[in-house]
């Protein structure tokens, strides 16, 4: 009977962590659209109460501070983002497929998805500043520099050549890229998201042997 007991207990404590994790998961996702619109120093744990259907107070419940929100915010877009090249280097089939296919898709994020973009060179910005940011800021771009290097490898393998550069260079070098064609599409720029489409198959092309 005490074993029976104890096992109940177990199950509710984790259904308890369960739907704690769900509502964090709630909030982040409501705070995501006000923070990507705002910016992480003109938004307050009040503001984004003031613009979902959860009070100041329920904020407060389930994240610490706004840097908590922040980096949890951005940790779960990010879950997405990471992933978003997998099926394209999966599918192609020759090195011309991959060049195509991965230079449509980072125009197309940086289409649609701009804000969400601008929030995460936003806390990498504020990590430069604030060290408690910084852990899962490295941990973000590490996974980044992965979904980078996951194209680059397989590119090079398809390419039947090597890669000229380690997975931070190459990593580095797309991320500029994109940065840049960011700033450009958010200042307006009706050519920016053409102009990384068109750039992108010749830095790739640079980072292999020939």
């Known amino acids: ?23 964090r998961a709630q909030l982040a996702e409501s705070a995501l659209q006000t923070l990507a619109e705002l910016g992480y120093a003109r938004t307050s744990l ?21 840097v908590e929100l922040l980096t ?24 011309e497929d991959l060049e195509h296919d991965f230079a449509a898709a980072m125009a197309a994020t940086l289409r649609t998805d701009a804000k969400m973009h601008r929030l995460w060179y936003d806390l990498r910005n504020q990590s430069l500043f604030d060290e408690s940011f910084r852990p899962d800021v490295l941990e973000i771009d590490r996974r980044r520099e992965a979904m980078i290097w996951h194209v680059v490898s397989r590119y090079a393998e398809l390419s039947s050549r090597s890669a000229e550069v380690p997975p931070s260079v190459a990593y580095a070098l797309f991320d500029g890229l994109f940065q840049q064609a960011l700033l450009h599409h958010l200042a307006g720029s009706p050519s920016a998201a053409f102009s990384l489409e068109r750039d992108v198959p010749s830095v790739l092309a640079r980072v292999v042997s020939r």
């Open 1 to 23: 009977m005490t074993e029976a007991k104890e096992r109940t207990r177990e199950r509710i404590s984790r259904r308890g962590v369960d739907k704690f994790t769900e509502r």
């Open 46 to 66: 009040r503001e984004i109460a003031q613009n979902s259907d959860f009070s100041h107070g329920v904020l407060h419940y389930y994240f610490a501070d706004k």
């Open 72 to 95: 949890h915010c951005v940790r779960q877009f990010e879950e997405v983002c990471v992933t978003r090249y997998d099926e394209l280097v999966a599918r192609a089939q020759t090195a």
